[in-house]
């Protein structure tokens, strides 16, 4: 890339995208890193745009069992200060130590316990996303509408194409009482 980006908020990233709008620069949308289809390698220098410094927990909301939270938050991290709450986001990607919230919704993230709690296309509520032109959008419940918003669903799964997302509001459960693990050996 020609520069990397380290945004802290979502004005930040209205600017840069305003900025390389105007100049046709490209943008790549990074999180941790964790991708392996080479999205985030740029072909025509660009720049890339680093979300890890976006990582806060913003909202936990108990009653209607929500949070909106930014999108360069680890998986495991978000799911260690559920847990401290009693909660989960019920979200275990293979990956989840090392990849993001936002990658999460990038690329329409599924893991082990998505029979039981749902891909992230399911547990996702709301998007706040800058678009190219640094207009920052909100879909689903952070944008006042409901969670079948249809630009949701265009914006899950968009790997940055459409824009950067900057919060992400989610379901979560309360945590099972108790787990059991069982693992099975076969002779051959």
């Known amino acids: 890339p020609m520069a ?3 945004p802290e908020s979502v004005e930040d990233i209205s600017r ?3 900025l390389c709008s105007g100049e046709r620069i490209p943008v790549i949308a990074y999180g941790a890193g964790s991708g392996v289809c080479g999205a985030t390698v740029p072909e025509e220098g660009g720049i890339i745009l680093d979300t890890k410094r976006l990582c806060r927990l913003l ?3 108990r009653e209607n069992l929500t949070i909106t939270v930014e999108p360069g938050m680890l998986g495991e991290r978000l799911e260690d200060l559920l847990n401290q709450e009693g909660l989960t986001l019920g979200h ?3 990956s989840i130590n090392c990849s993001t919230i936002g990658g999460y919704v990038a690329c329409r ?3 082990q316990y998505s029979s039981r709690y749902g891909k992230i296309e399911d547990l996702t509520l709301g998007l706040e996303v800058v678009l190219p032109d640094g207009t920052v959008a909100r879909y689903g419940v952070l944008g006042g509408g409901h969670r079948h918003d249809p630009m949701l669903a265009v914006q899950l799964g968009a790997e940055g194409t459409l ?4 919060q992400v509001c ?3 459960e309360p945590l099972p009482e108790k787990f059991d693990f069982k693992g099975f050996a076969f002779l051959d």
């Open 16 to 18: 840069i995208m305003q």
């Open 92 to 94: 275990f990607p293979s």
């Open 4 to 6: 990397v980006c380290f």
């Open 59 to 61: 909202d936990l909301n």
């Open 163 to 166: 824009g950067i997302v900057t």
């Open 170 to 172: 989610l379901k979560v």
């Open 109 to 111: 993230s599924a893991g």
